[in-house]
């Protein structure tokens, strides 16, 4: 018999996406028992064992339809393929740094309040393709820092159809949300499938802290993605 569900949240976000491979062994000391990364080996997630996703949480809001708490939040965090103790295909969070003080250590036992934090995001358009601009600043003040500034040519996104996602929590591995969530996916870049590079400018900075192992020198990036919006409604089991 099917278990209940219980809606805890509604968001509306906006979000940029990173796939990442960094050092397999960083990696595998975060997995509690039971769980094993599950990398792919083709497409456009090929190679990539954690990611890192700027959110931009532009409405969150109750059942009831009020808002939580301040109602808005943006946050980094970062989120690992994995297979559970069942071998189910499940995300994993590993850790995030949170613009709200009051959101960490938030549902997952592991954001960090961010002692500095900024997000800019600027639209240029004409008669030439639009240009976006976006700037995303966390650092904590125990040196963990995720810093990303990107220029890109804005395309035409594809809209996938809505999925069930579970989301594991690396410090409380007992412990998983149920994102159902909808979105629309721009592929500026991807070292696998080789779209049309969009990319205009890109630097990151990333590391410090807890996240000085994750971040050593040696990541490699695979797949600069902008996610328009995403719709996601939150589930307890």
Not at 207 to 228: C, P, Q, R
Request: charged share 20%; glycine share 8%; aromatic share 8%.
């Amino acid at each position: 018999m099917a278990m209940a569900e219980t809606p805890v949240e509604f968001a509306s976000e906006a979000r940029f996406q990173l796939d990442l491979h960094v050092p397999d062994a960083a990696i595998q000391a975060l997995l509690p028992k039971g769980f094993t990364l599950n990398v792919a080996t083709q497409g456009p997630a090929k190679d990539c064992n954690v990611r890192l996703v700027f959110i931009d949480r532009l409405s969150i809001n109750a059942p009831d339809g009020k808002p939580i708490g301040k109602g808005a939040n943006t946050l980094a965090y970062l989120v690992s393929p994995v297979k559970d103790a069942a071998g189910a295909n499940v995300q994993l969070v590993v850790g995030g740094l949170t613009a709200d003080p009051a959101d960490a250590p938030g549902p997952f036992g592991n954001y960090i309040a961010a002692s500095t934090h900024n997000v800019t995001r600027s639209l240029s358009s004409g008669s030439g393709p639009s240009t976006e601009t976006q700037d995303w600043v966390f650092v904590s003040a125990s040196g963990e820092r995720l810093e990303m500034h990107i220029k890109f040519e804005r395309g035409v996104g594809n809209k996938g159809k809505p999925a069930d996602t579970k989301f594991y929590s690396a410090k409380t591995p007992d412990f998983y949300q149920i994102s159902r969530q909808e979105q629309v996916l721009d592929i500026l870049k991807n070292t696998t499938t080789n779209p049309p590079d969009r990319v205009k400018e890109f630097s990151l900075k990333a590391g410090g802290g807890s996240y000085a192992k994750l971040f050593d020198g040696t990541e490699k990036m695979l797949s600069w993605d902008n996610i328009l919006w995403i719709n996601r409604t939150v589930l307890l089991p």
